[in-house]
């Protein structure tokens, strides 16, 4: 008879391998976006709202989402119409902010409503690093190189 104690042995260790290496990828992870996000809400553009605004409003419509008149062809505020989709709609509310002059700060908030009628409002980073990358693709890849970095030192 066989003695099964060194493959079971080695089966476990190999999980136990695995279990940590999924785990480091996951540290990895989420440092990385944790940078991005705090870095991508914080950032303020070196231009005008003028220059920005216009990609913010492309963004929302290459997702699907169609703007809600506003009444003002110059305001820096959009609010879309709701867009359905799986069992869910969800709508967003940007904003164009001159922090001073010369200079913008562009937020995406999402609101989402489920079927059963549960509300959430978050705010959408993602959407806001797409905007950075388009706009100013230098400070992105600043971001994104000290986000990879933490995220090395994170596994």
């Given at each position: 008879m066989r003695?099964?104690?060194?493959?079971i042995s080695?089966?476990?260790?190999?999980?136990?391998?695995?279990?940590?290496?999924?785990?480091?990828?996951?540290?990895?992870?989420?440092?990385?976006?944790?940078?991005?996000?705090?870095?991508?809400?914080?950032?303020?553009y070196d231009q005008?709202?003028?220059?920005?605004?216009?990609?913010?409003?492309?963004?929302?419509?290459?997702?699907?989402?169609?703007?809600?008149?506003?009444?003002?062809?110059?305001?820096?505020?959009?609010?879309t119409e709701w867009k359905f989709e799986n069992d869910e709609r969800s709508r967003y509310l940007v904003q164009g902010m001159q922090p001073s002059e010369g200079t913008c700060k562009v937020r995406f908030e999402r609101m989402e409503e489920s079927e059963s009628g549960y509300t959430s409002t978050s705010r959408d980073w993602q959407l806001e690093w797409q905007l950075l990358q388009r706009i100013d693709p230098q400070?992105?890849?600043?971001?994104?190189?000290?986000?990879?970095?933490k995220a090395a030192r994170a596994q």
């Open positions: 003695c099964r104690t060194p493959r080695l089966t476990l260790l190999l999980l136990a391998v695995v279990s940590l290496s999924a785990c480091a990828a996951i540290r990895a992870s989420r440092a990385r976006n944790a940078h991005l996000q705090r870095k991508t809400q914080q950032h303020v005008p709202c003028k220059h920005v605004w216009p990609e913010a409003r492309r963004i929302l419509f290459k997702a699907g989402y169609s703007v809600k008149d506003t009444g003002r062809a110059r305001s820096m505020t959009v609010e400070a992105a890849a600043k971001i994104r190189e000290v986000a990879d970095q």
